[in-house]
């Protein structure tokens, strides 16, 4: 298993090269294009490393899943999927069209730009103080990391540069589709997004949705087998955003990925797989990320779609 993972993140962490560094949050572009790190967490605590797993990547749009399991937990699946939808589109993470042109005029899924914010909009804790720190409390708990903090760079970097996303809420808000004090829900969306990990809470996180909401490392059962399910669920057909159809033919496995490079895998029953390197595709998604997933599916026989 470690040579086969060695030899995967050698061949993969080279097809960085086809791919650019996020830059439309200026401090992103800052990132290292060479660092490349994969680890997978076993639903038994097995862990493997290969590549730089120090290094540290904002978790971006893989915050999504973090902050709809814990609306899932606290407001449960009917108040959550009657505020978003639970289908895929074919726009890119961060599109205006669809929520103009489409009645209800909500989002159409929660792992979209529009539909994580009106998540974050549902969490029922006061304040902007109140729900981060729940959503810290969540990401702690599902990647058995009690260290993980906001980087107040990467947070302010995106915070400033942020016209797309105020024009999405207020949007939203206009339609009746956003409720609450939209600055409050935005400063939250942004700092969920610039939650610092590594590779290895990564693979945490994608062994915890895939071994039903059980953590492996502290054996604590984190949020129930039903919202492990439906992450699980909508990582399958919204993960990728765009690219979701294409990554269901090719790896087969639910996933996540965010504009930091990195991508987080879940494999029901078996293991999480966490894998970063910063360059990307015109979707958004880790070139070599894309590229090492679709290996270790064919490889270690993980495809599950
Ligand atoms: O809101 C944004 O645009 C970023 N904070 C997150 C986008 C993202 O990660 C898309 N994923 N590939």
Redesign the pocket.
Known sequence: MKETLALIAQASSIQASKGSVAT??PELAKADPEAFGLAVTECDGTQYLSGNCEFRFTL???SKVVTLALALEERGKDNVFSAVGNSPTADP??SIMRLEMDAPHRPHNPLI?SGAIVVVSLLPEEGREGKIEAILDMARDLMANGDIKVNDRVYRS?KNTSD??RSLAYFLRSVGSLKGDIEDILDV??RQ?SMEVNAKDLSILGATFACDGLNPITGKQVISPQTARIVRAIMTTCGM?DGSGEFAVNVGIPAK????GGIMASVPGRMGIGVVSPP?DQ???SVAGLAALAAISEQLHCRVL
């Open positions: 439309y949050i971006q749009s893989i993470f961060n730009n995106e797309r996303n969306y942004f997004c955003y990925s965010g504009v930091g990307l979707r958004g998604n």
